[in-house]
């Protein structure tokens, strides 16, 4: 039997659902009826309000936020390149948008696993 395959987005799927899982643990009150989700590119109607590529969205009337995942993949500059690093930085793009949406700092929210790449 072949190994079955992982590919990128799979990873990425794993690690948000992860991390949206941790902090839902955490910050349970505070984070009920979130929505985390995820997309491969920001919309086009978000770069008029943005400096660079989002990492992320939060739409706080709708307590969605919503990762991307290829500008985090391809744009985020890793002194490591290797497995854990590439989680470490998926994992802060979701711990800042989650912190974004209840008014918090990242490192307030996961205290024990917020690493800024």
């Given at each position: 039997m072949l190994p079955l395959l992982e590919s990128r987005q799979t990873r990425f799927e794993d690690v948000l659902a992860d991390?949206?899982?941790?902090?839902?643990?955490?910050?349970?009150?505070?984070?009920?009826?979130?929505?985390f989700?995820?997309?491969?590119?920001?919309?086009?109607?978000?770069?008029?309000?943005?400096?660079?590529?989002?990492?992320?969205?939060?739409?706080?009337?709708?307590?969605t936020i919503t990762v991307f995942r290829l500008p985090i993949q391809r744009l985020v500059q890793l002194h490591v390149d290797d497995d854990w690093h590439k989680r470490v930085a998926i994992e802060s793009c979701i711990f800042r948008a989650a912190a974004e949406l209840i008014g918090r700092e990242p490192w307030e929210i996961a205290p024990d696993r917020y690493r800024h790449h």
């Open positions: 991390a949206a899982e941790y902090l839902m643990g955490q910050w349970p009150d505070e984070l009920a009826g979130v929505r989700r995820w997309a491969d590119m920001p919309p086009s109607e978000l770069a008029p309000l943005a400096r660079e590529v989002p990492q992320w969205w939060v739409d706080h009337r709708e307590r």
